[in-house]
Nanobody, 114 residues
Framework: QAQFVESGGGLVQPGGSLELSCAYS????????MAWYRQTPGNQREWVAS???????NHKDFVSGRFTISKDNAKRMGYLQMNSLKAEDTAVYYC????????WGQGTQVTVSS
């Protein structure tokens, strides 16, 4: 079964940067809008950013100007460049196709702390 594998998380100080990667093992990656989500303990998973088939992007207000979503269809990879990280960005980050959800991956932990 096709799945997502997220990577690139880690511990970073406030104001720092990370780039998350999302690898998709299935086909037709270029046919779907792809999105990043995040989840903290006890809370529901929330949408962070998405990129359409044509490359149009949308970002949640609280990350706008700091995070940038991108993708490489040939590699079946998605990315989330995160700059000016804040403590409240601490979460497990996931990727998926919002209009055609697949099985969720394990996510990648991002911890922003001094």
């Amino acid at each position: 079964q096709a799945q997502f594998v997220e990577s690139g998380g880690g511990l970073v100080q406030p104001g720092g940067s990370l780039e998350l990667s999302c690898a998709y093992s299935g086909s037709s990656f270029n046919m779907f809008t792809m999105a990043w989500y995040r989840q903290t303990p006890g809370n529901q998973r929330e949408w962070v950013a998405s990129i359409s088939r044509g490359g149009s992007t949308n970002h949640k207000d609280f990350v706008s100007g700091r995070f940038t979503i991108s993708k490489d269809n040939a590699k079946r990879m998605g990315y989330l460049q995160m700059n000016s990280l804040k403590a409240e960005d601490t979460a497990v980050y996931y990727c998926n196709f919002p209009k055609s959800l697949r099985q969720w991956g394990q996510g990648t932990q991002v911890t922003v702390s001094s």
